[in-house]
């Protein structure tokens, strides 16, 4: 009896902490309804009023709500702001936690400035779209996909980008090695991690916790309670099979997700590709920080890429 009680024990423990590991890491409560205005930290200090309007002017832009469904059933939002008939289409992904507004401001700025028409959907479990759970790009990757086949479909022969910040970089790093429509001519991604697995890890000892005990935790929490396995798939993995050109870009400063991760996503990529990394940028800092050589690099990348007429 008292190895049962034992063995118990040690099972409840287990899994309340695998549900710990799940709900801090890969849970969206309904009741998370905060929106910061801009990212909180020191090295935003300087750069805070320019996000600020950056972010005004998403929120501000008139738009066209749209929706799709998963592969596995949910409901996905997003906002489309029309610039032009016929023009290409940036498909922007927002961060781990973030906003539309907050994260995906720099892009819509640039995408607006070539003229492109810009799509911004809520990812799973954030803003509109359905969902509780956050994959860190493992299930995300295929809303991506189903998003430039929903994009391909209703702009027939339109050139498409698809583009991300942070978790959104990584997602659409993933989305390289699926079967993309044929004009998605290119993808962007700013400060992406190299595995899920790797930022999990980095993040658990900043929090001061021993990571060799905490992890297998949430491993087991994304797997018992999240329906997904957290070491399924990563950006530098999906990027060795990638199947149309990357621009990865990343501040030297990032002290969220370091700049090595972006430079193993480069250098495990197969197909054509180019790393900007930007000194004394923070984690998506890059275009305010140097807006001439993130701004010369993007449009460089979509002139290499456009479709040739």
């Known amino acids: 009896m008292q190895y049962i009680i034992i063995a118990a ?33 020191e090295q935003y200090d300087a750069v805070r009023e320019e996000l600020e309007v950056l972010r005004k002017r998403v929120e501000d832009a008139p738009c066209e709500w749209v929706n799709i469904r998963s592969q596995d059933g949910l409901m996905l939002s997003g906002r489309y702001c029309h610039i032009a008939d016929g023009a290409p289409v940036d498909i922007i992904f927002h961060g781990y936690r973030g906003t539309v507004s907050r994260d ?22 954030h803003g509109k779209s359905g ?43 993933m989305a390289s090695a699926l079967e993309l429509p044929q004009n998605v ?8 991690y190299s595995s899920p697995r790797e930022i999990i890890r980095k993040v658990i000892g900043e929090m001061k916790l021993p ?11 994304a797997w018992l309670w999240g329906g997904f ?12 099979r990638a199947k149309v050109p990357v621009l990865i870009l990343h501040g030297e400063d990032d002290r969220f997700v370091p700049c090595e991760m ?26 305010l920080i140097d807006p001439d ?4 690099a993007v449009a460089e990348f979509y002139e290499k890429t456009r479709r040739k007429i």
Not at 185 to 192: E, F, L, N
């Open 262 to 287: 972006g430079r193993a996503n480069y250098d495990a990529c197969v197909s054509e590709k180019r790393l900007v990394t930007v000194p004394g940028a923070g984690h998506g800092l890059s275009c």
């Open 185 to 192: 001519r290119g993808i962007i991604a700013d400060c992406g």
């Open 104 to 125: 995906c401001a720099g892009g819509f700025s640039l995408a607006g400035k070539a003229g492109h028409n810009v799509l911004l959907p809520d990812q799973r479990a």
């Open 229 to 240: 396995r957290l070491e399924s798939g990563s950006p530098a993995d999906s990027l060795k």
């Open 9 to 41: 024990a040690l099972l409840l423990a287990v899994l309340g902490g695998s549900y710990w590991a799940f709900r801090m890491a890969f849970y969206s409560s309904p009741k998370r309804t905060r929106e910061e205005s801009v990212a909180l930290g």
């Open 293 to 296: 050589t993130y701004k010369g």
């Open 131 to 173: 969902g509780r759970v956050i994959s860190f790009g493992i299930k995300e990757q295929y809303d991506a996909l189903a998003w430039a086949r929903y994009a391909a479909d209703r702009w027939k022969y339109t050139d498409i980008w698809l583009t991300g910040v942070s978790m959104g970089a990584a997602t659409v790093l």
């Open 211 to 221: 990571v060799w005990a905490a992890y297998p935790f949430a491993r087991l929490g």
